[in-house]
């Protein structure tokens, strides 16, 4: 089955431009232009995921997403010119899943389309626990959790899922890219020092948790989840 995208922006070019993209992508759209329209189609077509631009007539992205949030979960990406930390701070506050920031990649819109729609249907499925324990350390992925010394550890979603994902697989080496890849779920069109920062901050949060593993740097190559 078709998953179903709403197309919220004001701006009919963008629309079209997004509308043709993902349909040759094999998705079902919706396209609403203005506040109100967005929260009615939202109800009406239940989509599974809403792309929502901020900049809107008649109800703003904040007010739109205020709505949806009062009966649904739908994933819902942000779309705006805006690149201020406020912005992204009070969109995810507010219950965003992701942000683009315009100009965007069309391409890379969609690839994040994906990354999100697997990421929520993922954890929507109710038979599968995501999980893996060390030595003090579990991560749980179906709950979003990270628990260090019996203690449920503050993680933001892409840490807490690049350490799931190389602590699934231990010992094995992956490159920047391949977790770019694999965890972002597309080729981050950036610099590939996002994962370092990353690895970085959740090294603060296990650094010398426990001897039986380590998060390892492969000079030269990338990153490994080290048990011993």
């Not at 070019?13 to 609403?32: P, S």
């Not at 929260?39 to 997403?65: E, N, R």
């Not at 920031?101 to 389309?113: L, Y």
């Not at 020092?193 to 998060?215: I, P, Q």
Request: aromatic share 8%.
């Amino acid at each position: 089955m078709q998953n179903k995208i709403l197309i919220v922006d004001d701006d009919v070019n963008i629309c079209e431009l997004l509308r043709l993209y993902l349909e040759k992508d094999g998705f079902d759209t919706v396209v609403a232009n203005d506040g109100e329209q967005a929260v009615q189609f939202a109800a009406k077509y239940t989509p599974d995921l809403i792309l929502l631009d901020i900049m809107l007539p008649k109800l703003d992205g904040w007010q739109v997403c205020r709505e949806i949030r009062k009966t649904s979960d739908v994933p819902i990406i942000m779309l705006t010119a805006k690149g201020e930390t406020f912005d992204k701070i009070l969109g995810l506050e507010l219950g965003a899943d992701d942000y683009v920031s315009k100009p965007f990649d069309t391409k890379e819109v969609v690839a994040r389309i994906k990354a999100v729609l697997r990421r929520t249907q993922e954890k929507d499925k109710p038979d599968k626990i995501s999980e893996v324990r060390y030595d003090k350390l579990r991560i749980n992925l179906t709950n979003y959790e990270l628990e260090v010394n019996g203690k449920v550890v503050d993680t933001p979603p892409k840490e807490l899922e690049l350490i799931y994902h190389l602590a699934s697989n231990p010992n094995r080496v992956y490159t920047r890219d391949q977790l770019l890849d694999e965890v972002w779920g597309f080729d981050y069109y950036g610099d590939s020092r996002t994962v370092d920062v990353h690895v970085k901050r959740l090294r603060e949060k296990l650094e010398g948790v426990s001897t039986e593993w380590s998060l390892k740097t492969v000079w030269g190559v990338g990153y490994k989840f080290e048990v011993k």
